[in-house]
């Protein structure tokens, strides 16, 4: 069933109904729309004024999708369930991608190499979670949202299930025998809570369209931590080589994490509020490769 067969008729027709004609019967004229909704055609021009003023509706009566958002319609339930879907999809990948943070920490604490494995098993369950988003964005009536919508919704989704590889490559990191002093246990562990706290804080800028946000803050943070646990690490002298091959490994897989959920905010806040994002990599900002 299309969904103009849902449109509210008579003195029901609104501008939703408008909205939909146009998209789904591409009518030439406002006589056109007007018999579709069985409504005159004064109360259809008097309808479209405001959005041909605005350019979101052009004659002869296209959508300019990219500002369908602007007027906040709710088109049908149906969208708005498939929204609510897909939002409480990325919710699940941020539990699964917190309880991996706290599995990653336990077993590098206690250099529990089958935890290690069990971590990248569990790996699996973001990619199938990311592909249901891509699925459900897929969906035919999701063509009212604009496309940007869909490109960051994708965009957020992939960026979640890569912070997934990157817990996966640290427990792979302890599988091939990355152990930790026990100087610098205390330090692991505000690492990994910084890591949560990002997580938590992405996400929910995307959840609840948040302008204001900690996530720069906590970035600074993380890196201010990393720094510190470096020299502590570099001050203790070992004679092992691969241990500093791994741990450099795991401090890049760290670092990479929070740049994603700097990412996934900025993705957010763009998409929201309209604050470009800078076209330079989180890693050059701060003069790394």
Known sequence: MKLCDNMLRGKEATLAGIIRVIIEDEPETQDEIAEKLGISRRYVAKLLKPLIEEKI??????????????L???????????????KTTLEKMRDTLLDNLNLAYN??????????EDIILKDYELNKMEE???MLL?????????????????????????????????????????RLDENIENDIERIFNILKEMLIEAVDVVINKKKETKIYN????????LEELLNKVLQNKKEDLNFYV???????????????????????????????????PERLKRGRV
């Open 138 to 178: 897929s969906m035919n009536a999701l063509k009212y949202l604009p496309r940007n919508y869909i490109n960051a919704f994708a965009s957020i989704a992939s960026n979640l299930e890569r912070l997934g590889d990157y817990i996966a490559n640290i427990a792979e990191e302890i599988i091939h025998g990355l």
């Open 72 to 86: 906040n319609l709710e088109f049908d339930e149906y969208i708005i369930l498939l929204m609510k879907e897909i």
């Open 107 to 116: 077993a590098l604490k206690n250099n529990d190499k089958k935890l290690a």
């Open 218 to 225: 906590l970035e600074e943070k993380l890196h201010e931590n």
């Open 132 to 134: 249901e988003i891509r």
């Open 57 to 70: 509706v052009k004659h002869p009566y296209v959508v300019d999708m990219s500002k369908l958002h602007k």
């Open 246 to 280: 791994q741990f450099g490994m795991f401090l890049k897989d760290i670092e990479r994490f929070g740049d994603r959920c700097v990412n996934i905010v900025d993705i957010a806040l763009e998409l929201y509020h309209n604050i470009p994002r800078s076209p330079i």
